[in-house]
T-cell receptor, first 116, second 112 residues
């Protein structure tokens, strides 16, 4: 099946710093990538939909100036958490869909962010 | 919008069969997905239904009734490694995107 990677897998940072998370589709081109956040014992919550070459579409309640998304190519999307605070500590997961109308999204392994 | 309900927790015995139900109310529908998620890991795809009926994949089967807004995931011959959360997700076909909305997940514990 299709493979999606995320880097880093785990990051610990101080409050006020920015953290960049990369999401790559390794063996297919992804027109659309999705970014999710998952708090402990909660389900995945969609943060934004990222389309190559255009601005990301953010879900209601997600600050676009705090969570910067760049979908620079058909295989790479990045999420930057700017001025991270302890409440941003969470499990961030990206997914990618081959083309449009694909059968499923393929998920990356996730990035666990801890802000001290 | 989407509203997806599934039981919070279930317990079943190794070797048995378990059925995890999911009901949904949606403004648009373009498929229902089941994912397995082990603690601390990302979800992995299990099954996809877009038409009514049963889809079988080895020990896992998934059923969909669009008129009832209902799906279930059936796990047979349970193994200890099946202990995980099972997420029901509905794909919306609105606005030209293929977004998934996830239920809160059902935590399945398989006991000896």
């Amino acid at each position: 099946g299709a493979v999606v990677s995320q880097h880093p897998s785990r990051v610990i940072c101080k409050s006020g710093t920015s953290v960049k998370i990369e999401c790559r589709s390794l063996d297919f081109q992804a027109t659309t990538m999705f970014w999710y956040r998952q708090f402990p014992k909660q389900s995945l919550m969609l943060m934004a939909t990222s389309n190559e070459g255009s601005k990301a579409t953010y879900e209601q309640g997600v600050e676009k100036d705090k969570f910067l998304i760049n979908h620079a190519s058909l295989t790479l999307s990045t999420l930057t958490v700017t001025s991270a605070h302890p409440e941003d500590s969470s499990f961030y997961i990206c997914s990618a869909e081959p083309g449009t109308g694909g059968e499923t999204q393929y998920f990356g392994p996730g990035t666990r962010l801890l802000v001290l | 919008g989407q509203n997806i309900d599934q039981p919070t927790e279930m317990t079943a015995t190794e070797g048995a069969i378990v059925q995890i139900n999911c009901t949904y109310q949606t403004s648009g529908f373009n498929g229902l997905f089941w994912y397995q998620q082990h603690a601390g890991e990302a979800p992995t795809f299990l099954s996809y239904n877009v038409l009514d009926g049963l889809e079988e994949k080895g020990r896992f089967s998934s059923f969909l009734s669009r008129s009832k807004g209902y799906s279930y995931l059936l796990l047979k011959e349970l193994q200890m490694k099946d202990s995980a959360s099972y997420l029901c997700a509905v794909r919306d076909d609105g606005a030209g995107s293929y977004q998934l909305t996830f239920g809160k997940g059902t935590k399945l514990s398989v006991i000896p």
